[in-house]
């Protein structure tokens, strides 16, 4: 990797509503508002600062987040779309639209209430390669479909114990139970054994292993590491990221990484432990979705 941004950019706010499984009376919009003012404030903006807006793309376009905040002065904005990836990947955006000067300070804000993504996941799907092939009896919530199949490889390949990956769902479980934000809080803890007994929601994923929908939103704001200085509050610099693309389909995996059961993050994080002069054995915190 020859180019860097190390360092050179920092998030310096950030805003994030409470979850919950639902929310009756809140709109996707009204969420992502909160959630990005509270990030405004945090940084010690002002509303006209901000001139960068990044969504998740595909669930609300940049225009709709400016227009319903009052944004007037965005000279940069960006919808990122590549799922549950899109958080970091915009973050990677917002860092390259910085270096070029293209904004001042990037708003990213994504999240909503249960009324777009699920309803259209949870939906009859026209057909395609993951309904012909990752999804054959029916469409699943998420990646449910496509990581059943990896799920069932890994245990194939390498002998892994249906015990093991419910563990990794009472540690998760277990660590967010000191967030007052977290929608699991109200729900408890769970044991192996809760997992394990659990209904089946695509052999061999239970239903507690599973990707939970709520209603919620969370804001970060970017800015070069100049400005970042005269920040309110100390500023988190980025040290390193990495991308790489995987593929649409789970099956198709096999084709980029000769392993179905590999991820693209695997290749991603090389990349960003090039950039940020670290290593796995330097890092204390991971925090992994899907």
Request: glycine content about 12%; aromatic content about 10%; proline content about 4%.
């Amino acid at each position: 990797m020859t180019s860097s941004i190390r360092g050179n950019v920092a998030i310096i706010g950030i805003g994030e509503t409470q979850h919950v499984r639902n929310w009756p009376g809140r709109t996707h919009n009204g969420l992502l508002a909160e959630a990005a003012s509270m990030a405004i404030k945090d940084a010690g903006l002002r509303q006209q600062d901000v001139d960068g807006v990044l969504t998740f793309g595909g669930t609300v376009a940049p225009a709709t987040v400016a227009e319903y905040l009052g944004l007037k002065n965005v000279t940069f904005s960006c919808g990122v779309t590549m799922f549950g990836a899109s958080n970091g990947v915009a973050a990677m955006v917002a860092a390259a639209a910085l270096e070029c000067g293209y904004c001042n300070y990037a708003l990213f804000v994504a999240g909503g209430g249960r009324d777009t993504v699920w309803l259209r996941e949870t939906r009859g799907m026209t057909p395609s390669p993951r309904t012909e092939f990752d999804g054959l009896y029916g469409s699943a919530v998420a990646a449910n479909n496509g990581y059943g199949l990896c799920y069932t490889r890994h245990m194939y390949e390498y002998g892994t114990k249906p015990e093991q990956m419910a563990r990794m769902a009472v540690d998760e479980r277990f660590n967010t139970m000191n967030n007052p934000r977290s929608a699991f809080r109200s729900q408890g803890l769970i044991t192996v054994e809760d997992v394990m007994n659990s209904r089946y929601i695509n052999y061999p994923l239970h239903l507690l292993e599973c990707v939970m929908p709520i209603a919620g939103a969370a804001c970060y704001i970017m800015t070069t590491a100049d400005r970042a200085k005269v920040a309110p509050k100390k500023p988190v610099y980025m040290l390193g990221n990495g991308f790489y693309q995987g593929s649409s389909t789970s099956w198709q995996g096999h084709d980029v990484f000769n392993d179905i059961t590999l991820m693209a993050t695997e290749r991603g994080a090389k990349r960003a432990y090039v950039m940020s002069g670290y290593g796995p054995n330097d890092v204390d915190v991971v925090e992994c979705y899907d």
